[in-house]
């Protein structure tokens, strides 16, 4: 594929996580492209990380203790980036943005370490940056983009949603690509990336791994294709809706059925809250869920006891950890191998946790195969 630079893709990913950002480079076809480090606070996501994408390149690290000199010795011209989100979410009622101490690792790479990496010609070429849609409101967002711009960055911004790209999950995220000047980015005007305008929609080229890349409204496969056609009487026992929760919350779910081409937005608390954590699937399609809520209401405020007794032919039960994977494209939707790797002592609550800090791989690919494109790849 031909490429902005013929050098070697080399790139360092912050905020590893699970190696969401590695997966999706190395999906990208981009020749010779490679993670040579990884850098997360967090142990569980270290471990899962290691096991999956090797125990040399993550190292578990304060990023905000990282400095210039530890960088420049990793020769990379590409960082991926995926910084906490709990500063900016809308989630968050407490959110504090840039003062919030979780920004601060980012700050400081943008602040101190970049620069000096810069002033010495050492900095990368290329950077991508993901985050939730409330960054591209926030102080710190203004400040990323007038401090790569005034090192000679030129950017381009996004907000899209796995929707677009005929994925059956909403899950609005930021994106900023960024490339030294005078590498350009094709099919974009660069008088955009000055204002604070972001991009709905990947400029139109040619991605040798999807011809039919880019409508805006691409038709989603139904959520057939990412369950488990058959879930055995223990898994569903395990991922099950306990009676307590459905009688106390249950019409707050969100419900979708196996034939249902939408969820809702998984996120890190998700079997730990009800509202806006991810829906919910309801495995038999034969009943109108609206109707049988209703029998459970009126039968609960009669003093059924046994009530929740109604919900149980719906077959509600959580999207397993399995399932989400397929949904964020770490492993294959179309395939029933499992080639994605939890250390035994892994919990299916810090599993939901990972995956719902996670990002989905195959939006990052685009963005990654976008933002080495030449004018060589557009297909108009």
């Not at 898994?235 to 034939?259: C, E, H």
Request: aromatic share 10%; net charge negative; with cysteine.
């Amino acid at each position: 594929m031909p490429q902005d630079s013929q050098r070697t893709v080399r790139a360092v990913e912050f905020y590893s996580g699970i190696g969401g950002l590695h997966f999706a480079l190395r999906r990208s076809g981009i020749p010779g492209a490679t993670v040579v480090a990884a850098y997360d606070w967090d142990q569980t996501a270290c471990q899962v990380y290691a096991a999956n994408l090797g125990a040399d390149i993550v190292c578990k690290t304060d990023i905000s203790t990282l400095t210039a000199s530890d960088l420049s010795r990793l020769n990379a011209n590409l960082w991926l980036l995926s910084p906490s989100c709990q500063p900016y979410t809308v989630l968050n009622p407490l959110a504090k943005g840039a003062a919030d101490p979780r920004a601060q690792s980012f700050l400081h790479l943008i602040d101190n370490v970049l620069p000096e990496l810069s002033a010495h010609d050492m900095h990368p070429r290329y950077l991508l940056v993901e985050n939730v849609a409330g960054f591209q409101d926030s102080t710190t967002r203004h400040h990323l983009v007038s401090t790569l711009q005034r090192l000679g960055y030129v950017t381009v911004e996004f907000t899209l949603n796995p929707l677009q790209f005929g994925i059956p999950n909403s899950r609005l995220r930021y994106y900023l690509l960024a490339k030294l000047s005078p590498l350009k980015f094709v099919c974009f005007d660069s008088t955009i990336g000055k204002s604070d305008h972001s991009l709905d929609h990947i400029p139109l080229y040619h991605d040798p791994h999807n011809e039919s890349q880019q409508p805006s409204h691409a038709a989603s496969p139904d959520l057939r294709q990412y369950i488990d056609s058959v879930v055995d009487e223990e898994t569903f026992s395990q991922f099950r809706i306990t009676d307590r929760v459905l009688n106390k919350w249950g019409r707050l779910f969100d419900i979708v059925l196996p034939s249902g081409i939408r969820t809702c937005c998984f996120t890190r608390g998700y079997t730990q809250l009800v509202e806006r954590a991810g829906s919910i699937l309801q495995t038999n399609e034969n009943l109108d869920t609206a109707q049988v809520f209703d029998l459970f209401l009126r039968a609960r405020a009669s003093g059924d006891e046994n009530a929740v007794r109604i919900l149980d032919p719906l077959c509600l039960r959580y999207f397993t950890p399995t399932e989400l994977l397929r949904i964020f494209h770490f492993t294959d939707a179309d395939s029933s191998s499992i080639n994605f790797i939890w250390p035994p002592r892994v919990s299916t609550k810090s599993k939901y946790r990972l995956i719902g800090n996670s990002v989905n791989v195959e939006v990052v690919r685009r963005l990654i195969v976008y933002l080495f494109a030449a004018a060589e790849d557009i297909n108009f």
